[in-house]
């Protein structure tokens, strides 16, 4: 799944394909990958409109065949999906008319993306007993949470886990959807979660603010 190739926010750390990797491993290892990649993150974000595509490497031919033949017995994707999944696979080149267009549209995005990333981070690091790292690439932030001991007692006695517990009442309190951390395997009395940093650049302050108050009030009533 190579739906966040574009969204990298460290030029340091280039995004390395699966299949790129495989062709130069020496010797070549007899490996069947699938590669999926689709227009619903990057900087296109279209996740409304389905598009995207996989490509298979190492497969017999048969089973190849035999998919295609699965594939082609279900209904065809949408239309405007399949435009847009042409596009991204083959944007505007240099010298094409709307190039430099296209690449200003992109790097504004991806820019916009990053001061989104910083600002969140530093607001959360901000927070009594929240530590998160800065994002490297995705559209994710993936904090750490330490949670007063009555509030771990309220999450046991409601019969939630703690995380979940705090998540729920971030989004009853404030509407701020986030994802519980206990939901990814985390190390036991651990707690964190995932938020992303999409809202409109012009929106953030709002969206920290108030899930910065939240976070003191919740840590207030269970001190």
Same mark, same amino acid.
């Given at each position: 799944?190579?739906?966040?190739?574009?969204?990298?926010?460290?030029?340091?750390?280039?995004?390395?394909?699966?299949?790129?990797?495989?062709?130069?491993?020496?010797?070549?290892?007899?490996?069947?990958?699938?590669?999926?990649?689709?227009?619903?993150?990057?900087?296109?974000?279209?996740?409304?409109?389905?598009?995207?595509?996989?490509?298979?490497?190492?497969?017999?031919?048969?089973?190849?065949?035999?998919?295609?033949?699965?594939?082609?017995?279900?209904?065809?994707?949408?239309?405007?999906?399949?435009?847009?999944? #042409?596009? +991204?696979?083959?944007? =505007?080149?240099?010298?094409? !008319?709307?190039? &430099?267009?296209?690449? *200003? /549209?992109?790097? %504004?995005?991806?820019?916009?993306?990053?001061?989104?990333?910083?600002?969140?981070?530093?607001?959360?690091?901000?927070?009594?007993?929240?530590?998160?790292?800065?994002?490297? #690439?995705? +559209?994710?932030?993936? =904090?750490?949470?330490?949670? !007063?001991?009555? &509030?771990?007692?309220? *999450? /046991?006695?409601? %019969?939630?886990?703690?995380?979940?517990?705090?998540?729920?009442?971030?989004?009853?309190?404030?509407?701020?959807?986030?994802?519980?951390?206990?939901?990814?395997?985390?190390?036991?009395?651990?707690?964190?979660?995932?938020?992303?940093?999409? !809202?409109?650049?012009?929106?953030?302050? *709002?969206?920290?603010?108030?899930?910065?108050?939240?976070?003191?009030?919740?840590?207030?009533?269970?001190?």
């Amino acid at each position: 799944d190579e739906v966040y190739q574009e969204n990298i926010y460290d030029s340091s750390l280039p995004f390395h394909s699966f299949k790129k990797v495989l062709k130069q491993m020496t010797p070549e290892p007899p490996l069947q990958l699938v590669s999926l990649h689709s227009i619903s993150k990057g900087f296109l974000g279209e996740c409304g409109l389905r598009g995207g595509y996989m490509e298979l490497c190492g497969f017999d031919p048969e089973v190849q065949a035999q998919l295609l033949k699965l594939v082609s017995i279900g209904l065809c994707s949408n239309t405007l999906g399949q435009i847009a999944t #042409g596009l +991204m696979v083959k944007p =505007p080149l240099p010298g094409d !008319p709307s190039h &430099a267009a296209y690449v *200003a /549209e992109r790097d %504004g995005i991806m820019a916009s993306l990053q001061r989104r990333a910083q600002r969140l981070v530093r607001a959360l690091n901000e927070l009594e007993g929240v530590t998160c790292n800065q994002p490297q #690439g995705a +559209m994710y932030a993936f =904090p750490s949470i330490t949670l !007063p001991p009555k &509030a771990v007692a309220a *999450a /046991e006695a409601a %019969g939630k886990v703690p995380d979940t517990f705090y998540a729920l009442a971030l989004l009853e309190r404030t509407g701020i959807v986030v994802v519980p951390g206990s939901g990814f395997g985390q190390k036991e009395s651990s707690w964190h979660f995932r938020t992303t940093f999409l !809202p409109p650049e012009e929106d953030m302050e *709002a969206v920290i603010q108030r899930m910065s108050e939240f976070h003191r009030d919740f840590l207030r009533q269970y001190a």
